[in-house]
């Protein structure tokens, strides 16, 4: 007798019965009643939805046809090879035709989203029509492989100036190789590199302008109370967000009533858009504390720090000007044309982890110039979590300072954490690998469902997003940004960024088990990112062993002989310039190797990626720069008011605000569910399923198995989330439901 199982919900005496023998529907089908009708939607609803002056209605996407016609009026659209005959020089300012005087906020953000996903798409057909990026897969020869993927040259070009960027796919067609350029040229790929700046208007237009105009009137007609104010700011970001399409559904940390406070700027460096670089500090920096709080009078904290030392933590940037190459004390500031002048920080900022798991900030160098006797420090007036909170939302120096830490995390998780360390390192993988292992190799094979988009997506990103919007709204020079990008990728430690070795170096347990202590209750990224790895570690050593089997030492010695094994590590640390990867002789090597790869390419860059509309498109909360000098002496920054923060943040500059928080909007979509590592492991497992022969059944057994981890995961997580503080953000961007399984935006 076939047991059955009775689902759905239907009409009265009717039931829904399942053959468990067949493959089960969705969860949404086994509760559609197959006998209900279709019905007219609410009338209140629809008529409610309906916007029927074209003034009231939001712009998310915008018209291809009309973008295209418009582009035609503004002459955005030379045909560069017909003009020139050659690549033309970026600087020349008849490249790609007139300019955009005027234009809507809302308008402007519409034209940068479509011209982004036009030439992300232009930049796959050019790989695709180059052979690189495939639509339909093609298996190519070693020598053909080598061929396509060419290193850029580095650290010199051609020309003897240094590269703009580390070693990546040279995809920009050399001059002299006409057919190339043809390709190139009609895809529009030679107007990318300035197109989006173009596209900014020089004046705004609209709503938002008339309202900044009306705030600036009131204060310039006597009551300056009633000019911007950062309520203002949150009121606005409240009512007049952009719609989401992330993982939040278009939320911001701007909502929450206390966005401002010492727990959500301390809870940042746990589980916000940068969870992997606060560490232990030196003794030599808790010694300039020290020193620091004597100097300035705070002295409960500079009795109190050595006896706390042992559970102190930093956010260090006190290196960002011998990244860029300029004087340890030169104000780090910069104009692009058309935009204002910025000014970037140094800030080092402390933090006490205390027994039941609250991080709390003690103090803030808001600009660290040498020493922290040549920079302002600020203590805070709140020793513990549990001090009263009256007081924070009007402490203006001590919000300024945390500004100040903010906006230079932000320069560090946008240009090391997530450009260097997961965009450019994996490029560098990718490219490497495709000149080393042929295609039919067992590396190949597990590393390839990981580049799927990658390489397109930062070849739009080198040529647009970098030069055309990142550059406008800090303070680096585009060769000081350059500097700064190339000093983390050859500081970039590929064995010491393995999980567990990292978490270790930065003073945290590497093991899953030892991080259930409470003190690390807040610290998802940790627990999460360190169970990850072992998943992923299980899963590529059972895909290893479908090709390397035998005994310890048959199986080291097979990789030792492999030719294309050495030739692989040799390419990563030379061509690539990634010096730390290592040389592999072992299978735990090898193991470890290929899932730091796949690491990158999935958790990591899931993390560092898409929580950035929550945290950063809220500007006011984590600014890109300052919009004002920041103060040189301590007694002045105690003075700041509320207008000087306000001042310090781009309230008044829509240029600045539209690419700040569109860019978080942009890079922050959701996964598509049949993108996600889920989805990957339960696709590989279905193909192989049914099939026969020893290696394709141990495949298939790997894939099962991954499946089954990646789901006890998604309960691990969602408990880990729940034993968070009460209040705490909820921390599931892990979720293997909603890790990519590739960088792919």
Known sequence: MVNTIVTGTLGAGERSVLDPELPLPSPQLATTNPNSKLKLPDRTRYFSSIIPNPDNAPVQKIDPGVFNVELLNERLCLQPLKLYGKPPATTDPNWAGGNVTEGTYEGTQAAITHIYERLEGAYGSYLDALGIESTLPRYVKLEKQQDNYKFTQYPFNADGTPATYPPHLDVIPREGNVPVWEIFDKLGLAEASVIIRKILPDEFLGKTKDWLLRKAREAVDGTPERG??????????????????????????????????????????????????????????????????????????????????????????????????????????????????????????????????????????????????????????????????????????????????????????????????????????????????????????????????????????????????????????????????????EEFDFVGNYVPEQLKRRGFPGDPNDLKDKRYKNYPYAKDMSAMWLVIRQYVKEMLLTEYSGSDEDVDKKIQDDDYIAHWCTEVQTGAWIKTFPTITTLDQLIDAITMCIHIAAPYHTAVNYLQNYYQAFVAARPSSLCTEPPTALDQLKAYKESDLVMALPINRQRQWLLASHIPWLLSFKVASDRSLLNFALSQYHVYKWKRGEKEEKIRDATYNFYLALTALQGHFYNVAAEMDEGSIPYMVLDPGNTAVSILI
């Open 228 to 489: 911007v104010t950062i309520q203002d700011v949150v009121d606005y970001n409240r009512l007049h967000r952009k719609s989401g399409t992330d993982i939040a559904k278009g939320d911001n940390i701007g909502l929450k009533d206390d966005w401002f406070s010492d727990r959500r700027f301390a809870e940042q460096s746990f589980s916000g858009t940068n969870p992997v670089t606060i560490t232990k500090p030196p003794k030599a920096l808790v010694k300039e504390f020290i020193e620091t709080a004597m100097k300035n009078g705070d002295e409960e904290w500079a009795k109190l720090l050595p006896q706390i030392e042992e559970s102190l933590l930093v956010q260090d940037y006190s290196y960002f000007r011998k990244a860029i190459g300029v004087d340890p004390t030169k104000i780090m500031q910069h104009q692009e044309p058309g935009a204002d002048m910025c000014w970037s920080v140094a800030s080092v900022a402390l933090f006490q982890l205390h027994d039941d798991g609250k991080l709390h900030p003690i103090a803030i160098t808001i600009d660290y110039k040498d020493t922290m006797a040549n920079s302002v420090t600020l203590f805070n007036k709140r020793k513990n979590p549990s001090d009263s909170t009256d007081g924070e939302k009007e402490d203006w120096p001590w919000r300024y300072a945390k500004t100040c830490a903010l906006s230079s995390d932000w320069v560090r998780h946008e240009l090391t954490v997530h450009l260097t360390d997961a965009h450019l390192i994996e490029e560098a993988i990718i490219v490497a690998t495709n000149r080393t292992i042929p295609m039919d190799h067992v590396i190949y094979k597990i590393l390839s469902p990981h580049w799927y988009k990658t390489l397109s997506l930062n070849a739009a990103a080198r040529s647009t997003l970098v030069p055309q919007v990142v550059q406008d709204i800090i303070g680096f020079s585009p060769q000081q940004t350059s500097s700064f990008v190339k000093h983390a990728y």
